[in-house]
């Protein structure tokens, strides 16, 4: 049994790198189309002509530098090695290529390796994957750009209460209330911010971002996933050493608790038991 899951695990770490190579290009594409698309409405609302650009998506155009242009061949777009292999340069002007491909495409791995190794290959690793490429993504679009995609959140919520209709791995009664609490406890956490300051303490992206955690992760898990992206963004910020005047995505904060949480999901759900004996509430 050990056998087939180490086996199945090192399955899900080769799979998961190719996947990160695709999430590669999600990272690095959809804040673009999203920008692209607001300038058109911009233009359309402004009633000005239409600006004739390239077709510009997660598939067209082909890959290729920045810097030269020169288009990424095949074998130049292997997974971890080709990166390696190119001692992280461009092939054609040796310009250097960002670190984030890699690290990418390894985190991604070993987060698949990760799911599988804990789940085995069942239905709840088969959505754990999911929900972990969607986490992966969020994570360095919203580092980069500040940006929540709704084009990631959105599914991602409605995958978690579909899966929890199918799956049951929490009721899906707590994974509609983990969907609306969590998008409505850091609304009015944020309304409640800007009355008292005048200043927005976060996006929008962040609630339908708890609000999608609380899908997969039902109403319960949702305080301890708060208060741990609490903890990453404090650590996050003493490593980063950001300035008080900087503004910090709390995206990924929260997308590193969530996926935490999932992962210890059976240890939360005895502790949570033994605080409910503990305090009288249940027997």
Not at 16 to 26: E, I, P, Q, R
Not at 248 to 257: E, Y
Request: hydrophobic letters at 55%; proline letters at 5%; charged letters at 10%.
């Amino acid at each position: 049994m050990l056998t087939d899951t180490l086996f199945f695990s090192v399955i899900a770490l080769i799979s998961g790198c190719a996947v990160g190579s695709f999430l590669n290009v999600v990272i690095y594409r959809l804040p673009i189309m999203m920008e692209r698309s607001w300038q058109a409405e911009a233009r359309m609302a402004l009633q000005l002509p239409a600006e004739h650009t390239s077709r510009f998506n997660l598939c067209v155009p082909h890959s290729a530098c920045p810097y030269c242009q020169h288009k990424i061949r095949w074998w130049q777009n292997i997974p971890l090695v080709s990166y390696i292999l190119l001692r992280g340069r461009c092939a054609s002007c040796s310009a250097s290529i960002s670190p984030r491909y890699f690290c990418v495409e390894l985190l991604t791995g070993i987060a698949f390796a990760a799911v599988v190794w804990r789940y085995d290959v069942t239905p709840v690793a088969a959505g754990g994957l999911i929900l972990t490429a969607a986490l992966i993504a969020l994570t360095f679009i919203d580092a980069e750009t500040q940006l929540l995609p709704d084009q990631i959140t959105l599914p991602l919520l409605w995958l978690g209460l579909l899966f929890n209709w199918y799956c049951e791995f929490v009721p899906l009664a707590s994974a509609v209330w983990g969907a609306a609490l969590g998008y409505l406890s850091l609304w009015l956490l944020f309304w409640l911010f800007k009355l008292l300051t005048g200043k927005d303490g976060m996006g929008y992206g962040d609630f339908k971002l708890l609000a999608a955690l609380g899908a997969w992760m039902g109403a319960s898990a949702l305080p301890l996933i708060v208060f741990m992206a609490a903890i990453v963004g404090i650590i996050a910020s003493l490593i980063l050493r950001v300035a008080r005047s900087q503004p910090m995505a709390f995206g990924p904060a929260l997308a590193i608790a969530g996926w935490i949480v999932w992962m210890t999901n059976s240890q939360i759900n005895q502790l949570i038991h033994w605080w409910l004996r503990l305090s009288g509430f249940s027997t």
